[in-house]
């Protein structure tokens, strides 16, 4: 009896990890599909790697935007900004990072606020090159690198 009790315990475990990875993966292409219908200039880039890529990449202008990943542990979609681009402001679904900006999109609403997000962010980032934004600070140079 107590083993049949493991088994089944083990078996609704099982079925829950498969059920919330194929949540998380739909979250994913979801993401991937509005972002492009959205925003053309931005697409899916190749992940370079021997056997299954252990993430999805995005790109724009010709250089990686964003990096994103399942995290069926966390039960969410990890989307981290390439550090090429700057984030305009910090998002409710930000979480702290060293690298730009990380979003945790754990839900349909969330997705929402991740497409508003990168959109800025490539619309900030263009205007920063462009020299639209005024001060170098603004631009995300520091008082070394300013002409």
């Known amino acids: 009896m107590k083993l049949a009790r493991i088994l089944l315990s083990s ?3 099982t ?3 498969e059920r919330l990875q ?3 993966q739909r979250l994913c292409g979801t993401l991937f599909t509005r972002l492009v219908e959205r925003a053309p200039h931005i697409s899916e880039g190749k992940v370079m790697t021997l056997g299954p890529p252990p993430y999805r990449r995005l790109d724009c202008d010709g250089r990686a935007l964003a990096y994103v990943r399942v995290r069926p542990r966390k039960r969410a979609v990890r989307v981290e900004l390439s550090g090429l681009w700057m984030a305009p402001y910090t998002p409710v679904i930000a979480i702290p990072s060293y690298t730009g900006a990380t979003l945790m999109v754990q839900s349909e609403q969330d997705i929402e606020e991740a497409l508003v997000f990168i959109m800025k962010t490539v619309e900030y980032t263009r205007k920063a090159y462009r020299g639209e934004l005024g001060s170098p600070k ?3 140079r520091t008082d070394s690198t300013a002409a």
């Open 11 to 13: 078996l609704n475990v």
């Open 15 to 17: 079925l829950y990890n």
């Open 22 to 24: 194929d949540s998380l």
């Open 138 to 140: 603004a631009q995300g």
